[in-house]
């Protein structure tokens, strides 16, 4: 009998299941933010909501609501129903977390590697206040 690849899931799966299954593609930690969301990577990198009915995935970010008030934000990446399969919500995951690492800048001064908000300009931060 000739098998034909199953490219997409007869019934899609719930969001439990997708909850489980994804946790297994983030980057590590993986930490469940409220029912329906995971956030991957530390410094987060991946966001992915799931369900009602599609998966949402996102690409971490922050947002300054004042010098000293950051916010976590998500930037959309990409967005598939419910029943889209495994193997293309994987990529997108690690899509966003690729486009995520190559916004990181190394500072000069301090020699690390710091996500995007806290560079001001070529150095950190952190360099950038111990000049005045
Ligand atoms: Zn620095």
Not at 7 to 12: F, I, K, W
Not at 49 to 64: D, K, L, N
Request: aromatic share 4%; net charge positive.
């Amino acid at each position: 009998m000739l098998r034909v690849p199953v490219l997409e899931a007869a019934e899609p799966r719930t969001i439990e299941c997708w909850l489980e299954l994804i946790e297994t593609m983030m980057p590590k930690p993986v930490t469940r933010r409220g029912p329906r969301e995971l956030v991957g990577g530390d410094p987060e990198s991946v966001i992915v909501r799931v369900g009602p009915t599609r998966i949402v995935i996102q690409e971490a970010a922050i947002r300054w609501n004042g010098p000293s008030h950051p916010e976590r934000v998500g930037v959309p990446v990409a967005d598939v129903p419910m029943r889209a399969p495994a193997t293309r919500v994987t990529k997108l995951i690690a899509r966003a977390h690729g486009r995520r690492i190559s916004r990181y800048r190394w500072c000069p001064m301090c020699r690390k590697v710091m996500q995007p908000e806290h560079m001001d300009g070529s150095v950190c931060h952190g360099c950038r206040s111990e000049q005045f």
